[in-house]
């Protein structure tokens, strides 16, 4: 599969715990990007990153967010202390500079 | 106001039926416009991707830009079951060469009756 790929795709977590969710992109792909999306809305842009800089970051994106892209490859987006607002599908995406961005499946944020 | 306005529906058509999608934008920035298929509890899934006005076709989809009204179209002829899921609009600027992040629409619920 060289589509984009999310691990998880389900997380149900405890309010207060940290949680980390993974993203791999399409390979030849710079361009890297999370969204959050809830019941009934679009997706919401949260960063993206052009190799491994972060070069934009969404007013939604609390300092209890924080994400990373190593080497330029994979990413991760981590929740500190999470919320039960929190609660929602986070969706990565991949593209080259001035193409199509491509989405992978989501994970799935329960906080109980 | 939202940069993009989309009808929420949901939208019941019968089988066979066209279809015509719809997304209003504010920021005349925009460049780049894109449609995406949603099916429940999935990822989106890049149907149609046209860069400035004009039209695209491609099999039963056609998307239109209307930069001039910022308004922008996707229509679906001979409407298939398989076609129910949510349909959202989205559109990016670019700077300096490069696409710039998606802001979508609220997406619209599509039902196709068999």
């Known amino acids: 599969d060289t589509g984009v790929s999310q691990d998880p795709r389900h997380k149900i977590t405890k309010r207060g715990q940290n949680v980390t969710f993974r993203c791999d992109p399409i390979?030849?792909?710079?361009?890297l990007y999370w969204y959050r999306q809830t019941l009934g809305q679009g997706p919401e842009f949260l960063t993206y990153?052009?190799?491994?800089?972060?070069?934009?970051k969404s007013r939604l994106l609390s300092d209890r967010f924080s994400a990373e892209r190593p080497k330029g490859s994979f990413s991760t987006l981590e929740i500190q202390r999470t919320e039960q607002g929190d609660s929602a599908m986070y969706l990565c995406?991949?593209?080259?500079?001035?193409?199509?961005?491509?989405f992978g499946q989501g994970t799935r944020l329960t906080v109980v | 106001q939202k940069e993009v306005e989309q009808d929420p529906g949901p939208l019941s058509v019968p089988e066979g039926a066209i279809v015509s999608l719809n997304c209003t934008y504010s920021?005349?920035?925009?460049?780049?416009f894109m449609w995406y298929r949603q099916y429940s509890r999935k990822g989106p899934e890049l149907l149609m991707y046209?860069?400035?006005?004009g039209n695209k076709e491609d099999g039963r989809f056609t998307a239109q830009v209307d930069k001039s009204s910022k308004y922008i179209s996707l229509f679906i002829r001979d409407s298939q079951p398989s076609d129910s899921a949510t349909y959202l609009c989205?559109?990016?600027?670019?700077?300096?060469?490069?696409?710039?992040?998606?802001?979508f629409g609220t997406g619209t619920l599509l039902a196709v009756q068999p």
């Open positions: 995406a991949s593209s080259r500079m001035s193409t199509e961005a491509f």
């Open positions: 390979s030849e792909h710079n361009r």
């Open positions: 990153f052009q190799n491994e800089a972060q070069l934009e």
């Open positions: 920021n005349s920035a925009f460049q780049y």
């Open positions: 046209t860069y400035s006005s």
């Open positions: 989205a559109m990016s600027a670019s700077y300096g060469g490069a696409t710039n992040k998606l802001i």
